[in-house]
């Protein structure tokens, strides 16, 4: 069988086959559908972004501290769904499920990298935020270049860091016979589950580190935004407060869109617990929100509704 005959790598003392990604359960009807379906979402992402980041190139009046870290927020959607989604595409396309040892951790590696990043640049853009309306005369000394490069160098830095962290963790364990692994990326905590040896520094590990990559970013974003409110129920007048709420409300939406779906993911209630249902949450969460948090952005801001019309406008002038 194809199990028996594939490919086997090493792992310290333990021989270690390629794994399996069991991926969607789809009926051969809608292969193609499906397929089509995420192919559609998938460049539509892409393109998004690649927008998204032409126009903050291109356009003088987006190069301020807000679109920087924008910019660097859709490079990190782009990468993050090139991370799972062509694999899913091939293999629900030719219905190969094989995945080395090697790119398993590869893709873990990334998709932790790249999670990690898109929190940290989500708390950058809400302290900008909160400095253009609590603190709007300090906003060039507390947001200089050097300040701006430094809040997106870390990230790098420090995400990077915890993903090697948890693969060399991972990479001391010996798995187990059984190499199905019931989704359609490598992730983490399912990997675990393959593991023969106890997995306790592990787990430890991704409660202590991971969460904490995780908790201190969104508690920064809880405070600013409390700090936001407080300074928007002072302006007396309604119109004033609406304006001052309607500049959040691209970032805020992205917020709500990443942390609900690292909810529906990571922290699911126990007795509802399903295979199925984790796979339709991961879903959500590596195809269904990068495309959203981008339409967010590029259909809510004005500023940069007016950059994508005139990029759009220069292109087609160009190319006619």
Request: proline share 3%; aromatic share 14%; hydrophobic share 50%.
């Amino acid at each position: 069988s194809r199990f028996r005959h594939s490919k086997i790598m090493h792992q310290g003392n333990q021989t270690i086959s390629e794994f399996f990604l069991l991926g969607l359960t789809v009926v051969s009807e809608q292969q193609q559908h499906i397929f089509m379906l995420f192919l559609c979402m998938y460049l539509v992402t892409i393109v998004e972004n690649l927008l998204i980041i032409l126009a903050i190139i291109n356009d003088a009046h987006l190069h301020s501290p807000m679109y920087f870290f924008l910019g660097n927020l859709s490079f990190t959607d782009i990468c993050f769904t090139t991370t799972t989604i062509p694999k899913m595409l091939a293999d629900i396309q030719s219905q190969s499920l094989i995945i080395s040892f090697v790119g398993c951790l590869t893709q873990m590696y990334f998709f932790m990298l790249l999670v990690d990043l898109d929190n940290f640049f989500l708390a950058a853009m809400a302290y900008d935020l909160n400095i253009t309306i609590c603190h709007p005369l300090h906003y060039a000394a507390l947001l200089s270049p050097k300040g701006c490069v430094l809040l997106v160098v870390t990230p790098w830095v420090v995400s990077n860091l915890v993903s090697v962290l948890h693969l060399s963790l991972l990479g001391l364990l010996n798995f187990c016979d059984q190499r199905e692994i019931p989704h359609f990326f490598c992730d983490l905590e399912t990997m675990l589950r393959l593991a023969c040896l106890d997995t306790q520094i592990n787990d430890l590990t991704i409660l202590v580190i991971g969460g904490s990559v995780i908790f201190i970013p969104f508690t920064f974003i809880f405070v600013s935004y409390s700090l936001i409110g407080c300074t928007v129920l002072r302006i007396p007048s309604a119109k004033g407060k609406w304006k001052t709420f309607s500049t959040c409300g691209s970032h805020f939406l992205a917020v709500a869109l990443f942390y609900g779906s690292i909810v529906g993911v990571y922290f699911p209630p126990s007795s509802a617990y399903s295979a199925e249902r984790d796979k339709v949450a991961a879903i959500m969460y590596t195809v269904v929100t990068p495309m959203m948090k981008s339409f967010r952005y590029s259909l809510r801001n004005k500023d940069m509704k007016g950059a994508l019309r005139r990029l759009l406008t220069r292109e087609i002038y160009f190319w006619g």
